[in-house]
């Protein structure tokens, strides 16, 4: 029955994510990020690089909770922005524009010259000033979030946002393997349509070998700060977790700048391979990531976003 002395209001209530059971470790990071000090850039992951396949399209209760806390991380004006195509466009383009003063107003005049409206741009501006006090883990939870509304973009209002993405990418001359996949990324999820398993056109290793040594050799340069031995070893580590193609000849390349040319042609190849090969792909790039035991927020970010490219979604690693 209702209460006589219902006045017709509704206590606002606060909801504070759960972090209990296996997500204990995360409060404190909550708690942090609450306080203003939400920086975990550096942060490391540790995980077996065999057990990263097997995490495909699947999650633990532990993953669940890591979910909630990465949420919990996420100030609610950027969820706000996730709500509406437009603004999550403009978070979107905040990510590539960077919180790096020297580059911010050059990328800002890039969508000026896109012909972006001046409310958008200034929206931008804002969201950098929010991004700046994040750490780079919440990258790609934010571009994971923003592709439900970015589905609602008109075909045109799709066009003209993938191409400000590739403008502000080629603004600074220099382009990273994150940037890469993630406009690769997007391109694929909001411009096909087709069924996925109408796309397979790969079920040997021999017709894709190349491939997998192109994005091997790119992951490893990219993962290892400029180390050229360490890539080299990173790369060992991961061609010869496929038997079919580790006795062929696989040197690894020294070549400081990748061809993203020939990896997003890599990706268009091994995104229309069988299930099997994508599977001794990912479990390549793991270990090729994993090579030095550790894998910080950098690789395991390149790592589930070339996942996502070959449509086999890993969950966010656990600390």
């Not at 079920?203 to 997998?212: L, P, T």
């Not at 490893?220 to 061609?239: D, P, Q, R």
Request: glycine letters at 4%; hydrophobic letters at 40%; proline letters at 5%.
């Amino acid at each position: 029955m209702l209460d006589p002395s219902f006045d017709g209001k509704y206590p606002i209530i606060e909801i504070t994510p759960s972090l209990s059971g296996p997500a204990s470790r995360y409060i404190a990071e909550y708690r942090a990020y609450q306080q203003g000090a939400a920086s975990y850039s550096d942060y490391p992951v540790q995980a077996r690089p065999e057990n990263v396949k097997n995490l495909v399209g699947s999650f633990s209760d532990a993953h669940i909770d890591r979910g909630k806390s990465i949420l919990a991380l996420i100030p609610e004006e950027l969820k706000q922005e996730l709500n509406v195509s437009q603004s999550a466009a403009c978070l979107i383009y905040a990510l590539f524009v960077g919180c790096d003063p020297d580059y911010r107003q050059a990328k800002l005049e890039v969508l000026r010259r896109a012909l972006v409206p001046e409310k958008e741009i200034d929206e931008v501006d804002y969201i950098c000033d929010i991004l700046s006090a994040l750490g780079d883990d919440i990258r790609l939870p934010l571009v994971e979030l923003a592709v439900p509304s970015l589905h609602s973009l008109t075909s045109m209002g799709k066009r003209d946002f993938l191409k400000t993405i590739t403008l502000l990418i080629e603004a600074d001359a220099k382009v990273t393997l994150f940037e890469f996949t993630v406009q690769w990324m997007l391109k694929k999820l909001l411009t096909e349509k087709e069924n996925i398993s109408s796309k397979i056109s790969f079920f040997s290793y021999s017709q894709v070998a190349s491939d997998i040594l192109v994005i091997l050799n790119a992951l490893a340069w990219a993962g290892k700060n400029g180390n050229a031995e360490k890539a080299k070893n990173a790369f060992e580590a991961g061609i010869t977790k496929i038997s079919e193609i580790a006795d062929k000849k696989s040197d690894f390349i020294h070549e400081e700048n990748i061809s993203f040319n020939e990896v997003g042609l890599s990706l268009n190849q091994l995104s229309r391979s069988s299930f099997k090969i994508k599977e001794s792909v990912i479990d390549s790039c793991a270990h090729c990531a994993f090579a030095d035991n550790v894998i910080n927020v950098s690789e395991s970010d390149l790592l589930r976003v070339i996942s996502l490219t070959l449509g086999c979604p890993l969950p966010p690693f656990l600390p």
